[in-house]
């Protein structure tokens, strides 16, 4: 595969480089050029300043000037950042102070893995690596650049990015910064709660998140994150390949499409298992209500990782509604049509396929038959909501001569329910008919 920087990218190594600076690619897009895998950003560095980078392109953002970074816009964004070693650290996350420097050994030096401590001049066509990062890419090794504590104290994000580059481009962690990972796991509390989000969602995205999330427990992160799973290695579940409840989690998780959030949810789905957990007359164990627990439970997790409400609000149904791999009635369907949506719905037939499938199942006739008729509903169906019924509350209070009050509503509450049912019948005539019979067995409504 060929690939190259864009026109524009290249075009600003060149400037800087005929202005006098040092200037080349380096990060991520190096490392993913040397693996063939198109970069999505292509990140320059240079030994010009950043008020110098200013004066030499028109349009340019300074968007962390702090740490020497300007966005440039030629038009393409690109991120350009002067050369900089880091002193010391806040908490874990940022450096107390930092030093400009001409040197791109030093820029290279402060960067977290060899992998990511590449450089590459396009003018020259010239590599620079100085702590042996092409050697890994080629040995499939994240390793630190250096101390690998030092690294993780100085920002323990990494921590967590290590794992991602392991699973994201199936890698090993080098074992020196493995032992780091494991003794530095504590600094992961002092991360923001945004920031372990979006790296938890980045290792749900890979290919095979299976790996990476067995690769967050064996590294006693995954309980520090989600500490709601403690016990979840102990629990026993009995299930065909899946000895503990954590095994059919992260099996759940590893079996959903490749939709980060999805796959949280599957990795959630069963937590309410944990706290209720029962052991009946007859020795049965049993979970009365864990869907219901898990939902809540996951409501938490997600509130404290600071996700925002819709992604909340789906990830509660999916779990909530995880249950049974029995029959879905049209009916159903309809109502979470009209309710909750398609995605949702087929999110939801993809995490049950996802658990039958990690409790040992092979094929789920029931999932293959509701897909079918969600198929055909939405063929050849108008998704009705409540407010599409053919009678209003008026039709309704004239035809049975009642006044405004709760009876009203749950009329035509369950005429939206016989909709559901019976889709043909929104019509005036079927409904006012159907709501005559509706009221004629009166104790069901309030009066
Ligand atoms: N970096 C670092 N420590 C961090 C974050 C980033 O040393 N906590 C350095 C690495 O050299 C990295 C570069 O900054 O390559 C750019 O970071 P980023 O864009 O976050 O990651 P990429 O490596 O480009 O990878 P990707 O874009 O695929 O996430």
């Known amino acids: 595969m060929d690939i190259s920087p864009p026109v524009g990218a290249l075009d600003i190594v ?195 998140p299976g790996r990476g999330l067995w690769m967050l427990n064996e590294l006693g992160i995954l309980q520090r994150i989600i500490p709601e799973l403690r016990g979840s290695e102990r629990l026993a579940q009995g299930k065909r390949g899946a000895p503990t409840l954590l095994d059919h989690l992260i099996q759940t998780a590893a079996a959903c499409p490749e939709k980060p959030l999805l796959r949280l949810a599957g990795l959630l789905h069963d937590i309410g298992k944990l706290t209720t957990r029962q052991i009946t007359s007859i020795g049965r164990v049993v979970f009365h209500g864990h869907t219901q627990e898990g939902a809540r439970i996951a409501g938490k997790v997600m509130r404290r990782l600071c996700f925002d409400s819709k992604s909340i609000a789906y990830a509660q149904w999916l779990v909530q509604n995880h249950m049974h791999q029995g029959e879905i009635s049209r009916k159903v369907l309809r109502r979470w049509l009209s309710a909750q949506g398609e995605t949702w719905i087929r999110d939801l037939l993809a995490l049950r396929k996802a658990d039958h499938i990690a409790s040992g199942g092979s094929d789920a006739p029931a999932l293959s038959k509701a897909e079918a008729d969600l198929d055909a509903i939405l063929a050849n169906e108008q998704v009705l909501k409540p407010s599409d019924l053919a009678v209003d509350g008026h039709d309704i209070m004239k035809l049975l001569q009642i006044s405004p009050g709760p009876a009203v509503g749950q009329v035509l509450a369950r005429l939206y329910e016989h909709i559901l049912e019976n889709p043909a019948d929104n019509n005036r005539a079927s409904l006012l008919d159907q709501a005559e019979r509706l009221w004629a067995d009166k104790q069901h409504f309030s009066r």
């Open 14 to 208: 060149q400037c800087l480089q005929q202005a006098g600076h040092q200037a080349v690619f380096v990060g991520g897009c190096v490392r993913d050029l040397l693996l063939g895998i198109a970069p999505t950003d292509w990140d320059v560095a240079t030994s010009a300043r950043p008020e110098q980078v200013r004066q030499l392109f028109a349009h340019t953002v300074p968007v962390g000037i702090k740490f020497g970074t300007v966005m440039v816009l030629n038009p393409e964004a690109v991120e350009v950042t002067t050369f900089r070693r880091d002193l010391g650290s806040k908490n874990s996350r940022h450096p107390v102070q930092v030093l400009f420097t001409d040197s791109l050994t030093e820029d290279l030096a402060r960067r977290d893995f060899t992998i990511n401590a590449l450089a590459w001049d396009p003018i020259t066509d010239t590599h620079i690596d100085p702590f042996g990062g092409r050697a890994d890419l080629t040995a499939q090794l994240v390793r630190a650049v250096g101390d690998p504590m030092q690294r993780f104290y100085e920002d323990a994000l990494r921590i967590l990015r290590a794992v991602r580059f392991a699973c994201r481009l199936d890698f090993d962690i080098e074992s020196e910064t493995w032992d780091a990972v494991i003794s530095s796991a504590y600094l992961t509390d002092r991360l923001s709660k945004e920031r372990v989000r979006d790296e938890l969602l980045k290792i749900l995205a890979v290919p095979d």
